[in-house]
């Protein structure tokens, strides 16, 4: 099969120059642009990766101490029906677990510090079902034993109150009793049975574990507040919270994990997004080098265009010609964008060690960050879109040069030759 001369001839211009004085210059020009393509679209796939491989390893971290649904009452109170509720909930196919939780605020104090806490009275043979958290910890629970009212502590408060395992602390219920003197709040000591560490330090600096029964006891509720569900695929929450508000009985309001986190998670994809158009401007100016490029190219070359149009070349294959040299330029830099990008995406927990060795520093001090290596996951979803819209610069970046090359006077060309 006979190749088109325009597409042959475009990739004689791409590759030509290097061995001539005259065409140096242009060649340089055109390897600058390609590789500023490269540079711009490889920078693209590596930030976009480390920051999906930073929110999923929070996410992850996240999902590992609330569920993936909760059910509760609307007035905060005890569910109606619990275990009808979990039984409807279980009737779902996308769920693979479910346990009842209290949910409440309250002060937690140790001699004169005192710090608020959430306080999440839970079943231990159930919570594993539920969280990682609890199913990374079945030893530990094992201890909130009803009517012993023992705590397990997020290591981080433990820290603020300087409490370890085997210490007393007063857990401060808002709702109190009516005395003569007033509204006293209820005080009860708890012996705290352990601490966990979940590396996401909301939770780690507030979250206190006991058993339902005892929350129950200390806040006057009737039952569990809610009921806490785990998903096959996480990524489902929202679709299966519109099942079950269809399916369960009675007036309950569900949450997934998504709405729990609204504002981080809408925090990330803005900052993700303007990321995105940031770094898209760098493939753009590389993409745009080619119009100077092509458009010195089209001036060098004018007694060759002018040759090929005395010989019958149309303008719109003239225009062709410079079309796939402009686009060959594209092409490769994107590859080589591609290919780099996604080597060093795929490698970046054997690179960042390797430069922190080097330069004998850290970027991620473990002191400060809740994780030791720098995390990434590239997407598909991220690296088409890079791909497409940096090919897309640059076949634009083209068309005005070429259609100056397709408006040559063959005579006006020749005139000095």
Known sequence: MQIPYELALGWRYTRAGRATRRNGFISFISGVSMLGIALGVAALIIVLSVMNGFQKEVRDRMLSVVSHIEIFAPDGGALPDMERTMAEARANPNVIGAAPFVAAQALLARGEDMKGAMVRGIDPSREAEVTDLAAENVEGLKALVPGEFRVVLGSELARQLGVVAGDVVTLIAPAGQVTPAGVVPRLKQMTVAGTFNSGHYEYDAALVLLHHEDAERIFRLEGPTGVRLKLRDLHQAPQVTQ?????????LLIRDWTQQNKTWFAAVQLEKRMMFIILTLIVAVAAFNLVSTLVMTVTDKRADIAILRTLGASPGSIMGVFVVQGAMV????????????????????????????????????KDIYLISRMPSEPLASDIVPIALISLV?????TLYPSWRASRVNPA??????
């Open 243 to 251: 099942q079950l508000a269809h399916s369960l009985s009675g007036h």
């Open 412 to 417: 006006e060309a020749l005139r000095y030759e």
């Open 330 to 365: 594209g092409v490769i830099g994107t590859l080589g964008g591609l290919a780099l990008g996604l080597a060093v995406a795929f490698n970046i927990d054997v690179i960042v060690p390797a430069i922190e060795q080097l330069l004998r520093t850290s970027f991620l001090p």
């Open 393 to 397: 610069l640059a076949f634009v970046a």
